[in-house]
């Protein structure tokens, strides 16, 4: 045990149940003889010395026993009646003088389990440790508790206040205070006769022991077995040190007390606050007046006025000023810088020492008064620079009046902490250099009993990135901060049980709508897709409403002006000129969904009724008259690539940042747990919702950020792993675990993308005319990955010489890396719209298969007029009971199977590559047939796919075929592709031909 400590914790687990007084640990004793009976571990020399010192130890400690009763019975029990019995007495008084009255009963009990061991020891045949070899610690926790509860009681004067009160009595039993050991002269006051009466015994037991423990260890040679004599004997001197300096020190400190002024006096005051250097002693010269370091806090004095500085978030350096020759130690404290200088260098070392330890043993809580350079040097002490405390401020603009709990450095925040100020507000989270820095919660009354919570990323004090806003009012914002503002992409939408419910989507400069948004008015039904300012919109935009209604035009801060578009739900269509409110007014060109034209001048309000001068047009021969149902939105808005620019600008401000720690949890949106912590830094816990404000996961974001970057683990584990796997395949792969995590900032970035996407599509606004939209905007979220993914690419494929950067954009593109990746995530919503868009001519292509369903496979040929020699007869397995003219689903299966796996993929190259299958099975089942190879031609091929498809059955065709050519690379155009999807569309358009259907029923 190191010297300098003598007061250590015990074991939790090992020790009886503590009670806490004045930073020492106290133990309630029994009266039980220990019933240990385990044999020493000691020679056999040893053994004999310990069994003829415990007679004498018995002896000892039956004196001590009876004195320590006799203090108790004739001394300390009159004293407490006569100050529990005055009505006018202080309760600390009081107080410390019951606590004094445990700690000496603690003190008895404990010598009474002794006498009693070594009674037992005695009577017994079997030699047994020595109790005083056994209980060492024991002993030294029961003793700092008495004398900690003696120093005290004499810090508050006690015994000149009890002398006083109770002079009377002890005229009367003069007797009582002679019949104890101590040394007393003919004119002792009677205060300092208790004072000694008191400690003077207790003291001397101390050094008894240490006698008894010397006499074992003379002569003994060092080894194992006299490790327990000398431990003990380590002990009990540094108890005696502790107990002297503890002493010494409460004196000095109630001299302190009795010369300072009464104001001072009451404002320091506390009963277990000691004095362990006063600049009066030794002289600095500081501008500030009159220092006092005491064992929790430093005081300076000016005047009758004083400041305290608490230890605990206090720091000391030594100045080095060789040049000027000048001592000085500069001390910081939270808010507050000043210099101490010195005459000389001894006492600037003196006063540096003593506020490190100081310091130090108030952090861990010991008061163990180490002796200057036991352990052979000067500045023995290590003082943490890091700490955890608590302070409230006083000058802080910012955090005045507030309380701040959690981890300092060089007296500034730093770390995890709480702050909350007296008005209610509170934050919990991550500082830096004294500022919110990192991930934390704050919270703020918005009235009452209502708060607005922000669990944000901070900057230098500023809100600053990724956060989450819950308002008092019950709107909530998800997205980017700047400097304290919505600034980036963000979301906010209000409670549903607002009068006027809405919601946000899109871009914010400084706490207002600014770029692309969305805005859904959810109490009329409306949604505006286009650009803002100002919280307003203006520019190019669209309205949709929830009753089909459609408008794209111009606005301005909130106005409906200048050229646009009205589609109706009867897919009329309106191209002029507007006023605000969608007021025709000027030229305009108004087609009806039946191809009727009005062309001239406009004067009414959309709706409520028809007022226009100008011509009336048929429809041609030759004009659709669905063509308007056909028109798209989109055409004069902001283009795709252009779109969501912010939300892809907030990625390369990610980038830019060096994606360290700090970045990649502000852009992702979340507070990692296992991020890197400071060196020192005592991690203390804060509120639970700084841990659980955002995204959980069990994979570490930073972990799989580290396989991003060149010579990543992750790389050299995928090039051993895919050794026999294409450069492009383990590309695809790489991104593909790359976008399935929201930890990963590609992944986050798609999470991003389909939620706009979604919102932007899906919901009761969801239109077919958006379909051109929502086609361009997938495939330009696929280009701008597939850019994206260079800045991540794998280790291995950057190595390859033959395999760089350029050589994959040649080999490689969006349709086929990013593209298939990401077409799963948006295609529910994508293929709903092409479903709506495909809506009447799906329905007339399933009334078509359902009509040649009916039919038998024969049937069904020859209606197709499909060659007869192409018929796989051979196929078709009779029972007694069947005709060849009813059996159904029989030829051609192995294409059907494999035409109907069309619909189970998003990937529009598996469409295509299933479409080839289906040929190839067909031309197959043809050659089988014939018993020879064979090409197909369109003539023959083209019943035979209408017979495939028929059979297949596959729902929203029109949808399909429409999506795959939308969505198949560029590259692939031509050749067979076309062939097949050409011949697939024109099967398409036969089972939807009326004709057909009429030959297909029976006469």
Same mark, same amino acid.
């Given at each position: 045990?190191?010297?300098?400590?003598?007061?250590?914790?015990?074991?939790?687990?090992?020790?009886?149940?503590?009670?806490? *007084?004045?930073?020492? =640990?106290?133990?309630?004793?029994?009266?039980?003889?220990?019933?240990?009976?385990?044999?020493?571990?000691?020679?056999?020399?040893?053994?004999?010395?310990?069994?003829?010192?415990?007679?004498?130890?018995?002896?000892?400690?039956?004196?001590?026993?009876?004195?320590?009763?006799?203090?108790?019975?004739?001394?300390?029990?009159?004293?407490?009646?006569?100050?529990?019995?005055?009505?006018?007495?202080?309760?600390?008084?009081?107080? +410390?003088?019951?606590?004094? /009255?445990?700690?000496?009963?603690?003190?008895?009990?404990?010598? $009474?389990?002794?006498?009693?061991?070594?009674?037992?020891?005695?009577?017994?045949?079997?030699?047994?440790?020595?109790?005083?070899?056994?209980?060492?610690?024991?002993?030294?926790?029961?003793?700092?508790?008495?004398?900690?509860?003696?120093?005290?009681?004499?810090?508050?004067?006690?015994?000149?206040?009890?002398?006083?009160?109770?002079?009377?009595?002890?005229?009367?039993?003069?007797?009582?205070?002679?019949? *104890?050991?101590?040394?007393?002269?003919?004119?002792?006051?009677?205060?300092?006769?208790?004072?000694?009466?008191?400690?003077?015994?207790?003291?001397?037991?101390?050094?008894?022991?240490?006698?008894?423990?010397?006499?074992?260890?003379?002569?003994?040679?060092?080894?194992?077995?006299?490790?327990?004599?000398?431990? +003990?004997?380590?002990?009990?001197?540094?108890?005696?040190? @502790?107990?002297?300096?503890?002493?010494?020190?409460?004196?000095?400190?109630?001299?302190?007390?009795?010369?300072?002024?009464?104001?001072?006096?009451?404002?320091?005051?506390?009963?277990?606050?000691?004095?362990?250097?006063?600049?009066?002693? !030794?002289?600095?010269?500081?501008?500030?007046?009159?220092?006092?370091?005491?064992?929790?806090?430093?005081?300076?004095?000016?005047?009758?006025?004083?400041?305290?500085?608490?230890?605990?978030?206090?720091?000391?350096?030594?100045?080095?000023? !060789?040049?000027?020759?000048?001592?000085?130690?500069?001390?910081?404290?939270? /808010?507050?810088?000043?210099?101490?200088?010195?005459?000389?260098?001894?006492?600037?070392?003196? @006063?540096?020492?003593?506020?490190?330890?100081?310091? %130090?043993?108030?952090?861990?809580?010991?008061?163990?008064?180490?002796? =200057?350079?036991?352990?052979?040097?000067?500045?023995?002490?290590?003082?943490?620079?890091?700490?955890?405390?608590?302070?409230?401020?006083?000058?802080?603009?910012?955090?005045?009046?507030?309380?701040?709990?959690?981890?300092?450095?060089?007296?500034?925040p730093q770390g995890s902490g709480i702050m909350k100020w007296p008005d209610g507000r509170n934050y919990a989270g991550n500082y830096e250099e004294g500022q919110e820095h990192?991930?934390?919660?704050?919270?703020?009354?918005?009235?009452?009993? !209502?708060?607005?919570?922000?669990?944000?990323?901070?900057?230098?004090?500023?809100?600053?990135?990724?956060?989450?806003?819950?308002?008092?009012?019950?709107?909530?914002?998800?997205?980017?901060?700047?400097?304290?503002?919505?600034?980036?992409?963000?979301?906010?939408?209000?409670?549903?049980?607002?009068?006027?419910?809405?919601?946000?989507?899109?871009? @914010?400069?400084?706490?207002?709508?600014?770029?692309?948004?969305?805005?859904?008015?959810?109490?009329?039904?409306?949604?505006?897709?286009?650009?803002?300012?100002?919280?307003?919109?203006?520019?190019?935009?669209?309205?949709?409403?929830?009753?089909?209604?459609?408008?794209?035009?111009n606005f301005q801060y909130n106005k409906i002006v200048g050229p646009g578009t009205i589609l109706s739900e009867d897919d009329s269509a309106y191209e002029g000129e507007f006023?605000?409110?969608?007021?025709?007014?000027?030229?305009?060109?108004?087609? *009806?969904?039946?191809?009727?034209?009005?062309?001239?001048?406009?004067?009414?309000? @959309?709706?409520?009724?028809?007022?226009?001068?100008?011509?009336?047009?048929?429809?041609?021969?030759?004009?659709?008259?669905?063509?308007?149902?056909?028109?798209?939105?989109?055409?004069?808005?902001?283009?795709?690539?252009?779109?969501?620019?912010?939300?892809?600008?907030?990625?390369?401000?990610?980038?830019?940042?060096?994606?360290?720690?700090?970045?990649?949890?502000?852009?992702?949106?979340?507070?990692?747990?296992?991020?890197?912590?400071?060196?020192?830094?005592?991690?203390?816990? !804060?509120?639970?919702?700084?841990?659980?404000?955002?995204?959980?996961?069990? /994979?570490?974001?930073?972990?799989?950020?580290?396989?991003?970057?060149?010579?990543?683990?992750?790389?050299?584990?995928?090039?051993?792993?895919?050794?026999?796997?294409?450069?492009?395949?383990?590309?695809?792969?790489?991104?593909?675990?790359?976008?399935?995590?929201?930890?990963?900032?590609?992944?986050?970035?798609?999470?991003?993308?389909?939620?706009?996407?979604?919102?932007?599509?899906?919901?009761?606004?969801?239109?077919?005319?958006?379909?051109?939209?929502?086609?361009?905007?997938?495939?330009?979220?696929?280009?701008?990955?597939?850019?994206?993914?260079?800045?991540?690419?794998?280790?291995?494929?950057?190595?390859?010489?033959?395999?760089?950067?350029?050589?994959?954009?040649?080999?490689?593109?969006?349709?086929?890396?990013?593209?298939?990746?990401?077409?799963? %995530?948006?295609?529910?919503?994508?293929?709903?719209?092409?479903?709506?868009?495909?809506?009447?001519?799906?329905?007339?292509? =399933?009334?078509?298969?359902?009509?040649?369903?009916?039919?038998?496979?024969?049937?069904?040929?020859?209606?197709?007029?499909?060659?007869?020699?192409?018929?796989?007869?051979?196929?078709?397995?009779?029972?007694?009971?069947?005709?060849?003219?009813?059996?159904?689903?029989?030829?051609?299966?192995?294409?059907?199977?494999?035409?109907?796996?069309?619909?189970?993929?998003?990937?529009?190259?598996?469409?295509?590559?299933?479409?080839?299958k289906t040929y190839h099975e067909i031309e197959s089942t043809v050659t089988r047939v014939l018993n020879r190879e064979y090409s197909l031609s369109m003539d023959d091929l083209?019943?035979?796919?209408?017979?495939?498809?028929?059979?297949?059955?596959?729902?929203?065709?029109?949808?399909?075929?429409?999506?795959?050519?939308?969505?198949?690379?560029?590259?692939? $155009?031509?050749?067979?592709?076309?062939?097949?999807?050409?011949?697939?569309?024109?099967?398409?358009?036969?089972?939807?031909?009326?004709?057909?259907?009429?030959?297909?029923?029976?006469?």
């Open positions: 045990m190191d010297p300098s400590c003598p007061v250590q914790q015990p074991d939790s687990d090992t020790q009886p149940q503590r009670t806490r *007084f004045s930073g020492f =640990w106290s133990v309630p004793f029994s009266k039980s003889v220990s019933s240990s009976k385990e044999v020493l571990n000691l020679g056999t020399e040893i053994k004999e010395k310990c069994q003829r010192e415990a007679a004498y130890l018995f002896k000892l400690e039956q004196s001590f026993k009876n004195s320590l009763n006799d203090l108790n019975t004739h001394i300390l029990k009159p004293l407490v009646k006569a100050e529990t019995s005055d009505q006018k007495n202080r309760p600390q008084l009081r107080n +410390a003088l019951l606590v004094l /009255e445990e700690s000496l009963e603690a003190l008895f009990n404990e010598s $009474e389990e002794h006498c009693l061991h070594l009674a037992d020891t005695l009577d017994t045949s079997t030699q047994r440790e020595l109790y005083l070899l056994k209980n060492t610690q024991r002993l030294k926790r029961v003793y700092i508790w008495y004398f900690t509860a003696f120093t005290n009681y004499v810090v508050l004067c006690g015994f000149e206040h009890i002398a006083k009160q109770t002079s009377d009595y002890w005229k009367k039993n003069k007797k009582t205070l002679k019949g *104890f050991p101590i040394d007393l002269c003919s004119n002792t006051s009677l205060a300092v006769s208790l004072h000694q009466v008191f400690h003077q015994p207790i003291s001397l037991q101390i050094q008894k022991y240490i006698d008894v423990l010397r006499k074992l260890s003379w002569g003994l040679k060092k080894n194992p077995e006299t490790k327990p004599i000398t431990d +003990a004997l380590a002990n009990v001197i540094d108890l005696d040190k @502790w107990i002297r300096q503890t002493l010494d020190v409460a004196a000095l400190t109630k001299t302190l007390w009795n010369s300072l002024g009464s104001k001072l006096t009451e404002l320091l005051f506390l009963p277990e606050r000691r004095l362990r250097e006063d600049s009066k002693n !030794i002289p600095l010269s500081s501008p500030d007046g009159r220092f006092l370091l005491f064992d929790d806090s430093l005081v300076m004095i000016q005047g009758c006025e004083s400041s305290i500085y608490k230890l605990d978030t206090l720091w000391v350096e030594a100045l080095d000023n !060789i040049s000027s020759k000048r001592n000085q130690l500069k001390i910081i404290v939270p /808010e507050e810088e000043f210099i101490f200088t010195m005459q000389d260098s001894q006492d600037k070392t003196v @006063w540096l020492w003593k506020l490190s330890q100081a310091i %130090r043993q108030h952090l861990d809580g010991k008061l163990d008064f180490p002796l =200057w350079g036991e352990d052979g040097s000067e500045n023995s002490c290590n003082v943490p620079a890091c700490r955890f405390a608590a302070y409230t401020f006083i000058n802080n603009p910012r955090f005045k009046d507030a309380v701040y709990e959690g981890d300092w450095y060089q007296g500034k990192g991930f934390g919660v704050y919270v703020t009354p918005a009235g009452p009993e !209502i708060f607005d919570c922000y669990k944000c990323h901070w900057k230098r004090g500023k809100m600053h990135g990724y956060g989450i806003c819950e308002y008092g009012n019950g709107m909530i914002y998800k997205g980017y901060f700047q400097d304290k503002q919505q600034h980036g992409f963000g979301i906010l939408h209000s409670s549903r049980l607002e009068k006027f419910p809405f919601k946000y989507v899109g871009h @914010w400069e400084n706490d207002k709508k600014a770029g692309f948004g969305v805005f859904d008015d959810l109490d009329r039904g409306e949604r505006y897709m286009g650009t803002w300012l100002e919280d307003c919109k203006h520019g190019n935009g669209i309205v949709i409403t929830q009753s089909g209604l459609c408008y794209e035009g006023t605000e409110e969608l007021v025709l007014t000027g030229k305009g060109k108004l087609t *009806f969904s039946n191809g009727y034209i009005i062309e001239g001048l406009f004067s009414s309000k @959309w709706g409520s009724g028809l007022k226009a001068n100008g011509t009336f047009c048929k429809p041609s021969e030759q004009l659709n008259p669905l063509i308007t149902s056909k028109m798209q939105l989109g055409s004069h808005i902001t283009p795709a690539k252009d779109r969501w620019q912010g939300i892809y600008d907030q990625f390369m401000d990610f980038l830019s940042s060096g994606s360290d720690e700090t970045s990649v949890e502000s852009f992702l949106g979340f507070y990692s747990k296992n991020r890197g912590k400071q060196k020192n830094l005592k991690s203390r816990p !804060i509120a639970t919702e700084v841990e659980t404000a955002m995204e959980h996961s069990t /994979e570490d974001p930073l972990d799989f950020l580290s396989c991003n970057r060149p010579n990543g683990a992750t790389s050299e584990k995928l090039a051993s792993n895919q050794c026999n796997v294409s450069k492009g395949q383990q590309l695809k792969e790489y991104l593909s675990k790359a976008f399935a995590s929201s930890h990963h900032p590609l992944g986050k970035l798609l999470q991003t993308l389909i939620l706009v996407f979604q919102d932007t599509f899906s919901g009761i606004c969801m239109h077919k005319r958006l379909l051109s939209m929502a086609q361009q905007e997938v495939v330009s979220h696929a280009k701008k990955l597939f850019q994206l993914a260079s800045y991540f690419l794998p280790t291995l494929l950057e190595k390859d010489d033959s395999f760089t950067e350029g050589t994959i954009r040649e080999n490689l593109n969006a349709y086929t890396v990013t593209l298939p990746l990401i077409l799963p %995530r948006f295609y529910p919503d994508l293929f709903m719209l092409y479903m709506l868009y495909h809506e009447v001519e799906d329905s007339r292509y =399933w009334k078509g298969i359902l009509y040649l369903e009916l039919l038998s496979d024969t049937k069904l040929l020859e209606l197709l007029e499909v060659q007869k020699d192409l018929w796989p007869l051979q196929d078709i397995h009779l029972t007694n009971k069947q005709r060849i003219s009813v059996v159904k689903d029989v030829c051609f299966t192995s294409a059907i199977l494999c035409f109907q796996k069309i619909s189970t993929t998003a990937d529009p190259q598996d469409k295509l590559d299933t479409l080839m083209l019943p035979l796919l209408v017979y495939v498809v028929s059979r297949a059955r596959i729902l929203h065709l029109g949808a399909e075929l429409h999506l795959i050519r939308d969505m198949m690379d560029p590259s692939t $155009e031509g050749g067979m592709n076309d062939f097949l999807l050409t011949a697939l569309d024109s099967c398409y358009q036969h089972i939807q031909k009326e004709e057909l259907r009429s030959r297909s029923l029976p006469k």
